[in-house]
């Protein structure tokens, strides 16, 4: 054979073996860079390490963390292990924490706006009727442009529908509007505004100083929220006359928020992961509260010797008049106020209406096999 020939010969056994290791490489597909390691997360909640809203935090990053098959691993610290309960909002927007759970209420003092996610009588809806609102019917745009406005470099995701909160727990019976004139009151967001105008004197806390705060006779009075977180707390050991309903927090829910830089920079799957954890825990949180909210209601009368009243109507009509009056104010010197509010309005106007009409009111069902004169089901 010739050197041409030969050389001819290597040249196509060469590109011949070349294109054989690369059909190889093709049928193996891409090169597979391994992770180094998992993603963590540092998160604090707003509440106290005791209290069932610490749980729902918990609850939440084991949902996360089980979703991912631990890619992304959340850490939840109770209040006050990094920042106090009201300066979350500034910690995860700078960083200083990768998250937290709370309340958008209790960023009330950047944007009035904030407290309409759950102070008020949420125009006649339920928290679950106002979380659809925000979800559905444009809240969730304007809880964008509200953080975008104050500057808030956080991604946030209102979650978990609350029961109508009580009026709180008093020292004695609260049985007309003239009760509350001069009263040293703990209430918070558009609420503090609310009970002002019917003559409390109020004072700002987070749930875990409220306790603490009566014992030492700094407050006479307050309101958190359900029977269970108010147990655990302590409420029963200040005070033993606990007052039922109120339209000051009828539709509120709880909030998840992320540090919307770290947030953005997850893969996509892990943020649909965590955008459908968060529904989910909203659900799983709704059937825990009636759980064990139903068995620390009973516990507190049974066990604690707490009395039960109904908050006079007198009152809850008040407390319309005053909101509105409030949030007629308010919309008038803030903007982004008023167009929550006559969103929410226009979402409530129908929403609220199909409801009445469609839902049955339990009562006489409960009656019929609870009631006296009830006769045993079978």
Do not use: C
């Not at 700078?94 to 309340?103: A, E, I, M, Q």
């Not at 339920?126 to 925000?134: C, F, P, R, T």
């Not at 049955?360 to 019929?368: D, G």
Request: proline share 5%; hydrophobic share 45%; aromatic share 10%.
């Amino acid at each position: 054979m010739s050197d041409n020939k030969q050389s001819k010969t290597a040249t196509r056994r060469k590109f011949l073996g070349g294109a054989a290791v690369a059909g190889v490489a093709a049928l193996a597909g891409p090169t597979v860079v391994k992770a180094q390691g998992p993603i963590t997360m540092r998160w604090q909640s707003t509440w106290p390490s005791k209290d069932i809203f610490h749980e729902y935090a918990v609850d939440f990053a084991k949902k996360v963390n089980d979703m991912t098959g631990g890619d992304l691993k959340i850490e939840v610290l109770p209040a006050g292990a990094v920042v106090p309960a009201f300066q979350l909002l500034d910690a995860v927007s700078k960083g200083v924490l990768d998250g937290g759970h709370g309340v958008l209420v209790y960023h009330y003092g950047k944007q009035q706006a904030l407290a309409l996610w759950g102070s008020g009588p949420g125009y006649g809806m339920d928290a679950n009727m106002l979380l659809s609102w925000h979800k559905y019917g444009g809240g969730k745009q304007l809880l964008a442009k509200i953080f975008a406005g104050i500057g808030a470099n956080v991604v946030s995701f209102p979650y978990a529908p609350m029961p109508t909160q009580p009026l709180g727990w008093y020292k004695k019976p609260i049985t007309k509007v003239d009760d509350f004139k001069g009263l040293k009151f703990r209430t918070v967001g558009i609420s503090i505004d609310v009970f002002t105008g019917m003559g409390a004197a109020v004072n700002a806390l987070p749930g875990g100083e409220i306790v603490a705060a009566m014992d030492r006779g700094l407050i006479e009075a307050a309101e958190f929220n359900n029977a269970t977180s108010d147990r655990l707390l302590g409420f029963a050991d200040v005070s033993k006359v606990l007052m039922q309903q109120s339209y000051h927090q009828n539709a509120e829910q709880l909030e998840i928020s992320f540090n919307k830089t770290k947030f953005d920079a997850l893969p996509p799957k892990m943020k649909a992961i965590i955008e459908n954890a968060v529904e989910a825990a909203s659900q799983d949180m709704s059937w825990k509260a009636v759980d064990r909210y139903s068995k620390d209601y009973i516990e507190l009368q049974t066990k604690d010797g707490v009395k039960v009243y109904k908050t006079p109507d007198a009152i809850l009509k008040r407390q319309l008049e005053i909101f509105d009056a409030v949030a007629k104010k308010k919309a008038a010197e803030n903007p982004v106020f008023k167009e929550v509010v006559l969103s929410q309005v226009a979402f409530a106007k129908r929403a609220v209406q199909w409801e009445q009409d469609t839902v049955i009111s339990r009562k006489m069902a409960y009656e019929h096999y609870f009631g006296p004169n009830a006769k045993a089901p079978i």
